[in-house]
């Protein structure tokens, strides 16, 4: 294969979702592989609804994603004497026309050049009827359309400005691109822009048209189902290398059923002739699980880092407290904000217990807290306070009271969290310390007492 130029071109009229950031990323991809070039064009000829924020938008979640691009950004706002031209040289050739709508009527009427002068006219393509037009997809194989089923389409609008059939076509030839990789809603546009680099003498890239991304009830992805922009999934703490391997894996596989793919090797194994015609479904269990491994696979330090935002978020800028709870939510956490919501209880009060852990684990609130005063006074008295002294006392008051040790654990847990699940017990009240552990206890002994009257009839 000869040097490979492809290209991302998004419209700044939207934050960039999980649908553009696939294709990029296919592109990035392809272009690696081939050890060639991945440039990026913003499509903004839309004035009315392009912003700047939108751009932004576009380029931090590129970055973060890791999608670099090759060679200078390339704005379409900024070439418009360029389609101008082309457009015109297509008049001339009698391969366009001039055409304007009179006012109150709905039909495009055609136009002599001269003829022009003065009115506020947009340009036609004239679609050849008698031409076929077919091109061999690199995903889905031979495609063929009919002259005959596509009408005239306007190349420049009325106000001056290209439509985007125009555009990308004379853009992809001046940037050289030889391979255009994009979704399959683009396939209607194929043939009208092969005519359009036929009229102009101009070599053809190759197409790929990339399947869809369906939400899990196979219906068009919506926000509820993951359809929301990329940074979003920075925001709720998704890693960026996760986010990159599970949206690789949206229509595309390494093979031997693999889903952790380190990006090298991901460059080296990608091929766009094994991207599946059928729509790929968007599955966030799936994406929860990968990002719970990268989280896994970083160190403490490096996570440390990644965690002080979302800790800031709640106040909590101690390093060290950070620190500490790491090692017992890393195997839990399956994003960065869970270590913040599963480890709440380290920096707030508890100030109410799981309804349903009540149910079950205070059933008997007069008894529980029996249980819980007898450890009680014999954690008062522990003088090292670690995880295996702390089991020690535990598991001994148990078989003192001739109880199984869940007896103890679970009560001791929704006391001192408010919370049914979280990381080891004794690890846990290890790392809360010895006076929180204490004090959280007694209150929850009180309100187990003053549960139990309430319960028991005068």
Not at 189 to 214: D, S, V
Request: net charge negative.
């Amino acid at each position: 294969m000869g040097d490979v130029r492809v290209r991302f071109a998004p419209s700044p009229t939207g934050y960039l979702h999980v649908g553009g950031a696939r294709t990029a990323l296919y592109n990035w991809l392809f272009a690696r592989h081939h050890g060639g070039k991945f440039l990026l064009r913003i499509e903004d000829t839309d004035v009315k609804r392009s912003t700047p924020e939108m751009t932004d938008n576009i380029l931090k979640s590129l970055e973060w994603l890791g999608l670099t691009w090759d060679e200078e950004l390339v704005y379409q706002s900024q070439r418009l004497e360029i389609y101008r031209e082309v457009a015109k040289e297509l008049v001339n050739k009698g391969l366009a026309y001039y055409c304007y709508t009179p006012e109150g009527e709905s039909e495009c009427i055609e136009v002599a050049p001269e003829e022009a002068e003065g009115k506020k006219v947009a340009i036609k393509f004239r679609v050849p009827k008698s031409e076929r037009i077919e091109f061999t997809d690199l995903i889905r194989g031979h495609i063929v359309f009919e002259g005959k089923d596509i009408k005239d389409f306007v190349i420049m609008k009325s106000d001056g400005y290209p439509t985007y059939q125009l555009a990308v076509v004379v853009d992809d030839h001046s940037m050289g691109i030889t391979h255009v990789i994009r979704g399959e809603d683009h396939i209607p546009n194929t043939p009208k822009q092969i005519l359009i680099y036929r009229a102009m003498g101009w070599e053809l890239p190759q197409f790929a048209h990339l399947p869809m991304i369906l939400g899990p009830d196979k219906k068009k992805l919506s926000k509820r189902h993951g359809a929301v922009s990329v940074l979003e999934y920075r925001r709720q703490g998704y890693l960026s290398e996760a986010l990159f391997n599970f949206l690789a894996l949206l229509g595309w596989s390494p093979g031997e059923d693999r889903e952790i793919v380190p990006k090298d090797e991901m460059i080296s194994l990608f091929d766009i002739k094994k991207v599946g015609k059928r729509a790929a479904v968007f599955d966030m269990q799936k994406l929860n699980w990968i990002n719970s491994v990268y989280i896994r696979m970083k160190t403490d330090d490096e996570l440390l880092e990644l965690l002080r935002p979302f800790f800031s978020e709640v106040g909590v800028t101690d390093d060290e407290a950070i620190r500490k709870l790491i090692p017992l939510y890393k195997e839990r956490a399956r994003t960065l904000r869970d270590f913040v919501e599963l480890s709440r209880y380290f920096f707030e009060d508890v100030t109410e217990y799981d309804e349903k852990g009540v149910k079950k684990h205070f059933k008997r609130p007069l008894e529980v807290a029996s249980r819980l005063e007898t450890c009680l006074s014999e954690l008062e008295k522990l003088e090292n306070w670690t995880a295996q002294d702390i089991e020690g006392v535990v598991r001994g008051v148990a078989e003192s009271l001739d109880v199984s040790a869940a007896k103890l654990i679970h009560p001791i847990r929704l006391s001192i969290t408010g919370m049914t699940f979280g990381p080891g017990l004794f690890e846990l009240m290890e790392a809360l310390g010895k006076e929180t552990v204490l004090n959280r206890l007694r209150r929850a002994i009180e309100w187990l007492k003053m549960r139990g009257a309430q319960d028991t009839p005068e």
